[in-house]
C-alpha cells in the first residue's frame, strides 16, 4: 500500500518489479552459506556472487532471493530458518531501508514515512502493510508459494521488525501478538524465546506483528528529522537509477558479444570471462532452450551486421575478425543468415531476427 501522491511511486513503483536488493540477498545468501548449505548449490543461483552483489544499485531477481531461502530452509526446515536470518542482521545491514524505519518522531511515524520505499530492498509484489487501531499491526505477505519457504521468509520478517523496533526505541519491546499464516510446528519454543511473548498464532489469515501503542507511540529517543528527508532524498536517487541485473543469458550474450571483440570465442574462453565453469554454462544455456552453436552462430550475424554497414573492410578480412576460415566461410554463413551475399551488405539483412528466423 503505498500512499497517493509520494515521490517514490512517481519513480517508477513498477507493481510487475521483480527484483530485490543486493543488501538483502548478501544476508540472505551468507546465513545459507553459514547453515552449511554448499558453495556450489550457492553458486549456481544467479546474481549471489560477490561481484554482483557489490553495488547499491544493482538488483537482483527475486527469483534468486527465492532460490537462497529454499537453499536455507530446506538446510533448516524446522522453525529458525528466518530466525537465523534476522539475527545476523544489526542496524545498517540493509542500508538506507533499516535507518528510514528507524529515524521518525515515533516507531510508528518512522514505518508511514518509510513505506513507500520498501522496493529498497525487495520487490514492490512483496506486501509491506501498516494498520493502526491504537497498536501498530505490520503485516507482510511473500509471493513466494512453497509453504515451508515462505514459513521460513515470513519468519525472517516478523523478527527484523522486532528487532528494529527494539533498537529504533532503545526498550525491550514485546509484541501484543505474532500472527503465521503456516499450520504450528511441532514445538515453537524458538519463536517464543525470539518475539518474548506465547502470544502467537498459527494457521492466521495472515503474518503479522502487533506492538502496543505506547511502543508504537513512543518518541525515538534519536529522531533526526534533516537526516530523515536526507534518506528519502537518497532513496528517491536509488530507486530512479536502479537497474536489474542481467539475466543469466543476457550476461552471456554480453561476454560472448566481448571476446568475439576480442579473439574467436571458444566456450571455455567465455565461460572464464563470466567466472563459471563449462559446464555450469552449457546448463545455463540448456535451461534457456539454447545452445553454444545457436548463441555463437547468432553473435557472429550481430557482428557481421555491423562490420558490412561499416563498408571499410574487404569480407575476407570480416571473415577472419569473425573466426571464420575465408570469406567464402563467411559467404557461405550469409546466405544461410539472410538469402543473399555480401555484396547486399546492410540493405538486405533483416535489422531483427536472429538466424535461426531468417528465412533462407
Known amino acids: 500500500m503505498?500512499?497517493?501522491?509520494?515521490s517514490a511511486k512517481t519513480l517508477a513503483l513498477d507493481l510487475t518489479d521483480s527484483t530485490a536488493s543486493t543488501q538483502l540477498i548478501r544476508l540472505v545468501r551468507d546465513a545459507a552459506r553459514d547453515?552449511?548449505?554448499?558453495?556450489?548449490?550457492?553458486?549456481?543461483?544467479?546474481?549471489?556472487?560477490?561481484?554482483a552483489l557489490s553495488g547499491e544499485l544493482t538488483r537482483i531477481p527475486l527469483?534468486?532471493?527465492?532460490?537462497?531461502?529454499e537453499a536455507l530452509a530446506t538446510a533448516h526446515p524446522d522453525p529458525g530458518a528466518g530466525l537465523r536470518v534476522a539475527a545476523a542482521a544489526p542496524l545498517g545491514t540493509l542500508t538506507t531501508w533499516d535507518y528510514l524505519i528507524t529515524n521518525g518522531p515515533t516507531l510508528s511515524a518512522a514505518l508511514r514515512a518509510a513505506q513507500p520505499y520498501h522496493r529498497l530492498v525487495t520487490a514492490a509484489a512483496e506486501g509491506f502493510d501498516l494498520t493502526e487501531d491504537g497498536a501498530l499491526t505490520v503485516g507482510f505477505r511473500t509471493t513466494v508459494g512453497d509453504p515451508v519457504v515462505s514459513a521460513a521468509i515470513n519468519e525472517y520478517v516478523l523478527a527484523y521488525y522486532l528487532r528494529r523496533a527494539r533498537e529504533a526505541t532503545e526498550r525491550a519491546v514485546r509484541p501484543v501478538r505474532v500472527t503465521f499464516g503456516h499450520r504450528a510446528p511441532r514445538t515453537h519454543r524458538l519463536l517464543v524465546d525470539t518475539f518474548g511473548t506465547d502470544a502467537i498464532e498459527f494457521d492466521a489469515p495472515a503474518d503479522s506483528i502487533t506492538f502496543a501503542a505506547g511502543d508504537a507511540n513512543a518518541a525515538l529517543p534519536h529522531a533526526d528529522p534533516m537526516l530523515a528527508d536526507l534518506l528519502r532524498s537518497h532513496a528517491d536517487l536509488v530507486l530512479a537509477a536502479a537497474r536489474p541485473l542481467p539475466s543469466p543469458l543476457e550476461a552471456f550474450r554480453l561476454a560472448l558479444a566481448a571476446e568475439l571483440a576480442e579473439r574467436t570465442p571458444t566456450l571455455v574462453t567465455v565461460a572464464r570471462r563470466m567466472a563459471m565453469s563449462p559446464r555450469t554454462l552449457q546448463r545455463h544455456l540448456a535451461?534457456?532452450?539454447?545452445?553454444?552453436?545457436?548463441e555463437y552462430d547468432a553473435v557472429r550475424y550481430e557482428r557481421a551486421k555491423a562490420l558490412l554497414a561499416h563498408g571499410d573492410l574487404t569480407t575476407a578480412a570480416i571473415a577472419t575478425r569473425l573466426g571464420f576460415a575465408d570469406d567464402r566461410a563467411l559467404r557461405k554463413a550469409y546466405h544461410r543468415w539472410?538469402?543473399?551475399?555480401?555484396?547486399?551488405?546492410?540493405?538486405?539483412l533483416d535489422?531483427?531476427?536472429?538466424?535461426?528466423?531468417?528465412?533462407?
Open 63 to 69: 527469483r534468486s532471493l527465492a532460490q537462497l531461502w
Open 35 to 51: 547453515a552449511g548449505v554448499g558453495a556450489d548449490r550457492l553458486a549456481a543461483i544467479h546474481g549471489t556472487d560477490d561481484a
Open 287 to 294: 535451461e534457456h532452450d539454447t545452445t553454444w552453436r545457436q
Open 2 to 6: 503505498v500512499p497517493e501522491g509520494s
Open 351 to 360: 535489422a531483427t531476427a536472429r538466424p535461426g528466423e531468417i528465412s533462407v
Open 338 to 348: 539472410t538469402g543473399g551475399t555480401p555484396r547486399d551488405r546492410a540493405g538486405h
